[in-house]
């Protein structure tokens, strides 16, 4: 049973830290993007070291206190936020945005997790490197954030998800200990590898305070496209196609559905197509290409080749950066025509990808069986990562559908499970999910994750009740 931080425990534990350390929660500690959920918690830790965020956590596991990291606040599953229960102490990193070291010989760069992304890239690409994250929220989403989700975004086909772009981590535990992982080896087999642990565990193990990030050499030059391609099924052989003849060059493969246009068209007008007709599908596609080759000229003998095999119907290709950034600005502009369209449910969802095409094929005849619906599918086909969200049709509102929301979540999911997908592609588990890893999850993982979670954090205080519900600790 946790105990809830209370003004007697606040003013002992403020007197183990720098005066300002503790300050009273604002708004956007307690929000999340979505707006359905309003977290607890009058105060914020806002340590300036490791050793500060071993003090309060120290403090926290003595008293039973909860503590819930709150990142950005962009996440999209509650991982941020504990809605009800005993008011937890609410622990920020944003003061934490040192760079500990960067070692241009090892496309190596050290920093602390309360660095934001873009920051962290701008200082990859003034050393002459690539830092390959890359998602919408990216100019407020944190470094400590990112990882406890193990983030994707849009370059996962080409670099990975962010696991894959870190060689160490420095962490705190729920008892005050500090993990000293902040390693740059690219080789370490001795024993179990904790950084892969404490990646994508969304706080509950412990909290990240400062990573060791992969930097890879930047392209010599880019060239995007946006493609037309009749089906699911002829995306995923262009796909095929394209890795193929350009190995190793494709840093996006984003599929788009007719919905994403009409969605801009009606409520982002100023997002314009770049076609006559609004395509059925079409798929951006970006190479990152070496020195000597001719990235326009690469991409037009891929469009050539692919419609020498029924595989497009037509294209364009940018010819400028401005010309790219306004084909980008299609795929990254549609989860916000989402937002204002207002959606039933929203799936982020992953399947193998020869099995992408039948689940797109048998999803809507799934969902009618319930009730008329429009749906939105797009997302990150080069990897298997598709966002499939449901939307209610032209003259009604998402609240007229309130009472099937979870009717139409448990339809896609049970589909994407039989099929051998996964019901949290890049998102997490947060609080949203968790009767859904309980409902599809391997037991025997299940179990395994219970019994570690156990034994880093016996007294449950790390983001209770996010990824696993407090009674399964």
């Known amino acids: 049973m946790l105990n809830p931080a209370d003004d007697a425990f606040l003013a002992a534990l403020a007197g183990r830290l720098p005066e300002g350390t503790l300050r009273p929660?604002?708004?956007?500690?307690?929000?999340?993007?979505?707006?359905?959920?309003?977290?607890?918690?009058?105060?914020?830790?806002?340590?300036?070291?490791?050793?500060?965020?071993?003090?309060?956590?120290?403090?926290?596991?003595?008293?039973?206190?909860g503590v819930v990291p709150w990142g950005g606040g962009t996440g999209l599953v509650g991982g941020q936020l504990l809605p009800s229960g005993p008011a937890p102490l609410i622990l920020s990193l944003e003061r934490m945005t040192a760079t500990r070291g960067l070692y241009p010989v090892e496309a190596v760069l050290s920093v602390e997790a309360g660095a934001i992304l873009a920051d962290v890239q701008r200082q990859a690409e003034a050393a002459g490197f690539l830092f390959p994250l890359s998602l919408a929220s990216e100019g407020s989403a944190r470094i400590g954030g990112l990882l406890a989700t193990n983030a994707g975004g849009l370059n996962v086909l080409r670099y990975g998800n962010a696991r894959d772009l870190v060689l160490g981590v420095e962490a705190v535990l729920a008892d005050g200990s500090i993990l000293h992982g902040l390693k740059r080896l690219r080789k370490d087999n001795t024993g179990y590898d904790l950084r892969h642990l404490l990646i994508g565990s969304e706080g509950t193990l412990g909290i990240i305070t400062a990573?060791?990030?992969?930097?890879?050499?930047?392209?010599?030059?880019?060239?995007?496209?946006?493609?037309?391609?009749p089906s699911p099924d002829t995306a995923l052989r262009l796909l095929s196609l394209a890795r193929k003849r350009l190995?190793?060059?494709?840093?996006?493969?984003?599929?788009?559905?007719?919905?994403?246009?009409?969605?801009?068209?009606?409520?982002?007008?100023?997002?314009?197509?770049p076609f006559p007709h609004i395509p059925e599908w079409s798929i951006l596609v970006e190479l990152g290409l070496p020195a000597g080759f001719e990235a326009e000229s690469l991409m037009a003998s891929l469009y050539a080749e692919a419609d020498d095999a029924a595989l497009v119907t037509d294209g364009v290709i940018a010819a400028s950066g401005q010309q790219s950034a306004a084909l980008w600005s299609i795929r990254e502009s549609i989860p916000e025509a989402n937002r204002r369209i207002g959606s039933v449910s929203s799936h982020d969802i992953s399947l193998p990808l020869s099995a992408i095409p039948d689940f797109i094929a048998q999803a809507p005849a799934a969902l009618g069986r319930i009730d008329r619906f429009r749906i939105n599918c797009f997302g990150h086909l080069g990897d298997g990562n598709l966002h499939?969200?449901?939307?209610?049709?032209?003259?009604?509102?998402?609240?007229?559908?309130?009472?099937?929301?979870?009717?139409?979540?448990?339809?896609?999911?049970?589909?994407?499970?039989?099929?051998?997908?996964?019901v949290s592609a890049e998102h997490g588990i947060g609080r949203l999910k968790v009767k859904d890893l309980e409902t599809y999850a391997d037991p025997a993982k299940l179990s395994a994750m219970r019994a570690i979670k156990r034994a880093l954090d016996p007294n449950g205080i790390l983001n209770p009740g996010a990824v696993l519900r407090e009674s399964g600790i």
Not at 249 to 258: G, N, P, T, W
Request: aromatic letters at 6%; a neutral charge; proline letters at 7%.
């Open 25 to 65: 929660a604002d708004p956007r500690h307690l929000t999340e993007p979505r707006g359905r959920w309003q977290g607890t918690g009058g105060t914020v830790a806002l340590p300036r070291s490791t050793a500060e965020v071993s003090t309060l956590l120290a403090a926290c596991n003595a008293a039973r206190v």
């Open 388 to 422: 499939y969200n449901v939307f209610p049709e032209r003259g009604r509102s998402r609240a007229d559908h309130d009472h099937q929301r979870d009717a139409v979540k448990a339809c896609i999911h049970d589909l994407v499970d039989s099929m051998g997908g996964s």
């Open 211 to 229: 990573a060791s990030l992969r930097l890879f050499p930047r392209p010599a030059a880019t060239v995007t496209a946006l493609l037309v391609t």
């Open 247 to 273: 190995p190793g060059m494709i840093s996006a493969f984003e599929l788009i559905h007719r919905t994403g246009f009409d969605f801009l068209a009606e409520a982002m007008p100023e997002i314009a197509c």
